[in-house]
């Protein structure tokens, strides 16, 4: 059964093209990734699939949550959509330069990804009503999940802006875990880490998607890419230049042409 | 409950003062101001230190919840208590108005269109002579009373903007702690991963301005009733200037620091007295002074400083770094 649907997806800046015609479907309940040499397009593809760009043309259509047919009116269509939106439709995200909400704690950090499963509004807040105590408790708890489940609980009340690069990494994917979304992209979760984390990175990607959330993932470290992924597409120039698992990626003479050159 | 001590203990020491000293000018004339202050300050505070939206239009607000008090009992004899709340009526429709598109412009631009307001407004002030009674402002002015309790002496008002200012204390300290607190908090980190989060940001900006706006709106009707006059010199953008100044010297993103910034700059001009002539400058120089040495404001670096003084008197008690 298929999460996300791309079809036909364009989009240029001035006069270059960033994504040309590009078409993929993703499965639920993998670990997807997307490869390409710098500029391939990646971290475009995310931002238009998270609403921050607009498509030029193309359609990106999401399975809704207990929709059980494979059918195109059980998706929503996520083209013209405002960010918040497309988060309540169940898509988070981490950032790859980090987008930490350093004037909080780690605890809040997190207990802001559970926006969505919370529902207390403005004015019981500022009365702090019975319900919304109660609400504030389950939240806590929650997050306090979200946060062991990355193994960041002892860290739980210390400030953002005090944590080593490595926990702040896992603290984003923590936060965006903890929104409960059917489809967790992590942009170079991996970047500026050392083998040990970024080993101990990829069981937690793992271990995420056997927690049932599909990832879809974009990365420059091939050792985790070909680790924890379950099928790998591959961009060049905006363009798609394959696609299958890691394996066939590996051996496939276009891809190791186009990343590693004509000599290889 | 931990997370309000701080907030008993403050109520504690503002309604035992005049206890002490009951006919205290400090006490209940320029701390009737300084509870107004904290009223604007507190409101501005989860606006700019919380959410990080700059308003330099803020007295704007005091001033329409002040002169709708002022014009709706004296030219058509309505309730007090009613013509405060149609200013916070007003206020809210306003305020709601200007916000969804002055608060997509983001840093100097944002500062700009506030404080355009601000003037705007205080120009309306001026020149609708007929209802405002332009420059010469607006007098008699009926004041408050509470089922039959008149509020006509200084430390009947005392406790009227005291108790009120704690009411807004304690709205500022549940919200930042709720969940609408965390989005207006995350929205000033980072915009575009609140969004992600499944928040509304501009929607969330809105709703903070309009209830800083709303909040404002009060204080305005309480200086109105309180004075039994205004006049539009009162909601200049001087004043508006004034309030930011309160923010930022107390701290920041602290409602703790908004209260102690808005005390601290009612008191400071009538201590400055004693200097005469050189008041302005001393003022000048103390403010500039605090924010090179003290950039965070004065509340939060005084109590980062209160914190270092604990841990080299008492190290063995909580020993650097070993709290987890």
New interface residues.
């Given amino acids: 059964m298929n999460l996300l649907r791309v079809k036909h997806l364009e989009k240029s800046f001035g006069g270059v093209s960033a994504i040309s015609n590009l078409s993929f479907d993703l499965p639920k309940g993998i670990v997807f990734s997307v490869i390409g040499p710098n500029g391939a397009g990646k971290t475009t593809l995310f931002n238009m699939l998270c609403g921050f760009y607009t498509p030029d043309q193309g359609s990106i259509i999401f399975k809704k949550e207990n929709a059980e047919y494979d059918k195109e009116v059980m998706y929503h269509s996520l083209h013209n959509m405002a960010t918040h939106q497309i988060a309540a439709c169940g898509i988070s995200r981490s950032f790859q330069n980090l987008q930490i909400f350093f004037n909080m704690t780690a605890l809040e950090n997190v207990m802001v990804g559970c926006h969505l499963q919370s529902s207390s509004r403005f004015l019981p807040s500022l009365l702090r009503l019975p319900s919304v105590i109660k609400e504030e408790q389950r939240v806590k708890q929650q997050a306090l999940n979200a946060l062991a489940f990355c193994h960041l609980d002892h860290l739980a009340n210390e400030m953002a802006d005090s944590l080593a690069y490595g926990d702040l990494k896992r603290l984003e994917i923590a936060r965006a875990l903890a929104s409960k979304p059917q489809l967790l992209m992590l942009d170079e979760p991996a970047a500026g880490l050392n083998d040990t984390e970024t080993q101990q990175m990829s069981h937690l990607i793992r271990k995420i998607c056997a927690s049932g959330v599909t990832v879809l993932l974009v990365e420059h470290n091939m050792e985790l890419v070909m680790t924890s992924s379950d099928q790998i597409l591959v961009l060049n120039f905006g363009h798609l230049l394959a696609q299958g698992t890691p394996d066939e990626i590996q051996n496939n003479p276009v891809v190791v042409k186009a990343y590693l050159g004509e000599d290889i | 409950m931990k997370r309000l001590s701080g907030f008993y203990l403050l109520s504690l020491v503002a309604l035992i003062l005049p206890q002490i000293f009951p006919d205290n000018y400090y006490l209940t004339v320029v701390g009737v101001f300084a509870a107004l202050h904290i009223i604007l300050a507190v409101g501005l505070n989860l606006l700019m230190g919380y959410c990080g939206q700059i308003s330099l239009g803020h007295a704007a607000f005091f001033g329409l919840g002040a002169y709708s008090s002022a014009i709706l009992t004296t030219r058509y004899q309505l309730d007090p208590w009613l013509a405060m709340i149609s200013g916070m009526v007003l206020v809210f429709i306003i305020a709601n108005l200007i916000a969804r598109p002055i608060l997509k412009l983001k840093g100097h631009y944002l500062a700009m269109a506030t404080l355009g307001f601000g003037i705007i407004v205080h120009i309306i002030f001026v020149q609708t002579e007929a209802l405002s009674g332009g420059p010469d402002g607006l007098g008699d002015i009926p004041t408050l009373s509470i089922a039959g309790w008149a509020v006509d002496s200084d430390i009947r008002w005392y406790y009227v903007t005291t108790i009120s200012a704690l009411g807004s204390i304690l ?1 500022s300290l ?2 930042i ?7 207006i ?2 929205v ?3 915009e ?10 501009n929607k969330t900006k809105v ?1 903070v301005f309009v ?1 800083a706006a709303v909040l404002a709106s009060f204080a305005g009707s309480l200086f109105a009733y309180q004075q039994n006059f205004v006049s539009p010199d009162s909601f200049s953008f001087f004043f508006s200037i004034e309030l930011v100044t309160m923010v930022v010297l107390g701290g920041m ?1 602290s409602t703790y620091g908004a209260v102690f910034g808005a005390i601290l700059l009612t008191f400071l001009p009538e201590l400055l007295i004693v200097f005469e002539d050189y008041e302005m400058l001393v003022y000048g120089a103390i403010l500039m002074l605090v924010m090179i040495f003290m950039p965070q404001g004065l509340f939060i670096s005084l109590g980062h400083q209160l914190t270092q003084l604990k841990k080299n008197y008492w190290p063995n008690k909580k020993p650097a770094g070993d709290q ?1």
């Fill in positions: 709205l549940n919200l702690a709720s969940r609408s607190g965390r989005a908090r995350a000033h980190g980072s575009f991963a609140a969004q992600m989060m499944g928040i509304n940001s709703m209830f993103a987890q």
